[in-house]
């Protein structure tokens, strides 16, 4: 069964403080990692990893994959009293549940001025 | 404003009912999913449907039932409703069927039984 663990399960930091969200998977066939990010509603799509795009990088936010170690790191830089949410990890399952996300438990961010 | 749509926003129900939400995917996308969040399991996948049939489950229970319409929107069926289905329910869609891309949520239905 596919398995997703982020770590820390929660973190408070600082206005302008950096962050280092983690995620590890273990799936049958890997076909991508995604990062969503949560507030009080739906999750929103941050970044989708894939093996031909191992890093992505929007604004303050970037993310890489290390396909060996089977791990996802989510950087966010300067943060903002706006990154406070729930930051989730995916990925989805192959075989014959195509089209299956398997979640983590969210890593729940919290951002003081 | 991820362009899927959800109704309705908040339903409160007895147990022992039955109810049905309601999801309208992003224009062009074939593909929708269900979702359940509750605080002690996270995100659970339910059921896909792709085109009007049904392409994966997940722990779904047999007192809940999807479909999905020649328009394209959705409809997840509960029913016998007991206190511990109360959650989130989250529809999502996607372009393609179940590849590795990524899924747009809408807003969620929370569900209050009582």
């Known amino acids: 069964e596919d398995k997703v663990v982020q770590s820390p399960l929660s973190l408070v930091v600082h206005e302008g403080d950096t962050v280092t969200l983690n995620c590890s998977y273990e799936?049958?066939?890997?076909?991508?990692l995604l990062w969503y990010k949560q507030e009080k509603k739906a999750p929103t799509f941050l970044f989708m990893l894939t093996s031909s795009g191992i890093e992505k990088k929007s604004g303050r936010l970037s993310s890489i994959l290390d396909k060996k170690e089977l791990f996802s790191i989510l950087n966010i830089t300067a943060t903002q009293t706006g990154d406070s949410a729930v930051y989730l990890c995916a990925v989805p399952a192959g075989g014959t549940s195509y089209g299956k996300l398997t979640f983590g438990q969210g890593t729940i961010l919290t951002v003081h001025p | 404003d991820s362009g899927v749509t959800q109704t309705p926003k908040h339903l409160i129900t007895a147990t022992g009912q039955r109810v049905t939400l309601r999801c309208s995917p992003r224009s062009g996308d074939l593909s929708v999913y269900w979702y359940q969040q509750s605080l002690d399991q996270g995100l659970q996948f339910l059921i896909q449907?792709?085109?009007?049939?049904?392409?994966a489950k997940g722990n779904i229970l047999e007192r809940f039932s999807a479909q999905q319409f020649p328009d394209l929107h959705s409809e997840l069926n509960l029913s016998s409703l007991e206190l511990g289905d109360s959650a989130l329910y989250f529809c999502?869609?996607?372009?393609?069927?179940?590849?590795?891309?990524?899924?747009?949520f809408g807003p969620g239905t929370r569900l209050t039984v009582t």
């Open positions: 999502a869609s996607s372009v393609v069927p179940g590849g590795a891309g990524e899924q747009y």
């Open positions: 799936v049958t066939n890997f076909r991508s």
């Open positions: 449907y792709y085109n009007g049939e049904e392409r």
